[in-house]
């Protein structure tokens, strides 16, 4: 079950690390997120099809809500009013930029993997043929 789109300041949620996207888990582990973790709502930006949870233990990151579950025991606040400042979204700062840099190091690692598939292919087709390394 996931958590209420409209929890008010100082909801209690828990991470499930189920739901979401990769990169919604990827950034909620580069937060410091843990399964089974129970955190307070900051605020909740809620578009037409999707909502960001803010939380109070990590300022300034917003989180995929579908990762997150209401805990037991806490009534959910529906004040629809109660969402904090008005959404802006930020860039997401420094994990996004840190999983893109770490997304483009792998990339640039796996086309240097690949050519140098090619120039073994060459070598060893070369060497098959008599001609050795050229």
């Known amino acids: 079950m996931n958590m209420s789109t409209h929890a008010e300041h100082g909801a209690k949620v828990r991470y499930t690390g189920e739901a979401g996207y990769d990169i919604d ?21 809620v578009g037409r099809d999707w909502t960001e949870v803010y939380l109070e ?10 990762i997150f579950e209401d805990v037991p025991g806490e009534e959910p606040r529906l004040d629809k009013d109660a969402h904090g400042p008005p959404f802006k979204p930020e860039p997401q700062s420094s994990l996004v930029t840190a ?36």
């Open 99 to 134: 999983l893109q840099s770490e997304l483009a190091e792998k990339d640039a690692r796996i086309a240097e993997l690949e050519n140098d598939s090619r120039r073994l292919d060459t070598l060893l087709r070369n060497c098959r043929q008599g001609r050795g390394a050229r």
């Open 25 to 45: 888990h990827a950034i909620a582990g580069k937060s410091g997120l843990k399964v089974g973790g129970v955190y307070t709502v900051d605020f909740a930006a």
């Open 57 to 66: 233990e990590v300022k300034g990151v917003g989180f995929n809500s579908v």
